[in-house]
């Protein structure tokens, strides 16, 4: 399909459109967008659909965390074997291989201050080819997937001249 980057955009971005509304967007037939999506499922593209929450609007009082962690990889095995230990802990929300100063960057879901301290101590730190964790709690977000998280209201950004 000529179409499919363009269908992966719209749905990134609003994964609520409905067949309808994609079909009216792309000019293409409901059908052939209905198996395209499949399709895309299918072939693990898509791979989930997600809600964009402002917890900061909420009582909610769980933190987020990013901890940048280094490790020592074991010849033969590089990366992925260490990732995989990372990433099957339920409290890993999302886990990156990183170029530069650390190795991997390991998002957490959001917990309770004490929780995120004892994961980095008696889970994350713990595994042998961990050589060290730095950790940073997300104090405010601003923009998030490409939405704001802010008062939209005048453009504060300083003008440019030539």
């Known amino acids: 399909m000529e179409n499919r980057e363009e269908l992966l955009k719209l749905i990134e971005t609003d994964?609520?459109?409905?067949?309808a509304e994609l079909s009216r967007m792309l000019d293409m037939d409901q059908a052939a967008v209905?198996?395209?999506i499949a399709a895309l499922e299918?072939?693990?593209?898509?791979?989930?659909?997600?809600t964009l929450v402002n917890w900061d609007k909420t009582d909610d009082d769980h933190v987020?965390?990013?901890?940048?962690?280094k490790v020592n990889p074991q010849r033969g095995k590089g990366f992925d074997s260490i990732a995989a230990k990372?990433?099957?802990?339920?409290?890993?929300?999302?886990?990156?291989?990183?170029?530069?100063?650390?190795?991997f960057n390991v998002e957490l879901k959001k917990a309770p201050m004490k929780e995120i301290a004892r994961f980095v101590s008696n889970?994350?730190?713990?595994?042998?080819?961990?050589?060290?964790?730095?950790?940073?709690v997300i104090l405010k977000k601003y923009k998030d997937h490409g939405t704001f998280f802010v008062e939209k209201g005048k453009d504060k950004r300083m003008a440019v001249q030539e």
Not at 15 to 19: A, F
Not at 64 to 69: D, K
């Open 34 to 36: 209905e198996a395209e």
């Open 123 to 136: 889970k994350l730190s713990i595994i042998e080819e961990v050589q060290s964790t730095t950790t940073h």
């Open 15 to 19: 994964s609520r459109l409905s067949i």
């Open 86 to 103: 990372i990433y099957q802990f339920e409290e890993v929300q999302a886990l990156y291989l990183m170029s530069g100063g650390y190795d």
């Open 42 to 50: 299918e072939e693990n593209i898509i791979v989930g659909y997600h």
């Open 64 to 69: 987020e965390a990013i901890i940048e962690v």
